[in-house]
Each structure stands twice: as structure tokens, then as C-alpha cells.
């Protein structure tokens, strides 16, 4: 836990961020805290089906990182030392991205072991690459490396 404000009060400062940015963009949402662990907090931005969110998650998530970027940098302006880790998630985009990232993955495992050949795939964001890397952990048949400087570094999977 960082020193100085608690985990839950920083989840408590980015809650009230949210909600009256959401407020002033007339998206009506909730806003749930969720400890994940000592050092993260994670906040779930939810709405009925009709409400439009994609606004707050935008191409690839862009948005989504910067909303998030933004959060983390409210809390720690109102805290005397550093933050823990503050996540933001908008209608499940995440998880939803970690399961399409996987599923590619699976398949340019495929792909790569029937070429025999390396692939490198398009710069992505830090956690992408490690939801590829994860997604293909366990994988004997390939292994993966991040390459190049951000942000235009990628995923190179290779034949094991």
C-alpha cells in the first residue's frame, strides 16, 4: 500500500472524479470500487444496455487508457506521496479485449507453428502484450518477446 492515503481512499477520490465527469457529460453510469489486491483498485464504469459508453472507451481503448491515465493523475494530485495502481474499466471492455486478444493470439500460434516462421504483430499497448503473452504462456509450441520502443513496441511469436 502506497504511504499516506489508503487504497481505499484513493479508490474513493477516483469514484467521485468519475462520477461527476460522467455528470458533466450527461452519461448516466455507475461507478463500482473494487480492491483486487494490496496495491490495486479497480473502477467499474457500468450503465444499462441503451447507454452509450463506447465514448469513454474509443478506438482500441484509447480513450479508455487515457480516462484511466487522467483518474491516476487526480488521485495522486490529492495525495502527499504515490498512488497504487488504479485501473479503469468501461462496461467490461477490458475483459472482453483480453478474450479477442487471446483468441488472435491462439491463431497466430497456429499459424506461426504451420509457417514455421516468426510473426510479428502491430504495436500495441503494454497490456495487450501481456495479454498476449499470457495467452500464450502455456503454449510449448511457441514463445513470445516484445520488441521495439514505445510506443510502437510489439509481439514477436516465434516457433518454440
Known sequence: M???????????????????LLASMDITADV????????????????????????????????LQALQEVTRTVV????PSRTDRILVDVAQYRERRVAALGRFAQQVAVDVVESGEERALEPMSAADRKAVHDALSENESVVTRSEGEDPRRFVVVSPA
Not at 502506497?2 to 461527476?20: D, N, P
Open 76 to 79: 495522486q494530485s490529492k495525495s
Open 32 to 63: 463500482s470500487v473494487k480492491e483486487l489486491d494490496a496495491e490495486t483498485v479497480e473502477l467499474s464504469v457500468n450503465a444499462d444496455p441503451a447507454t452509450e459508453l463506447g465514448v469513454l472507451v474509443g478506438p482500441r481503448g484509447t480513450t
Open 2 to 20: 502506497a504511504e499516506g492515503i489508503s487504497l481505499a481512499e484513493q479508490g474513493a477520490i477516483a469514484k467521485e472524479f468519475l462520477v461527476g
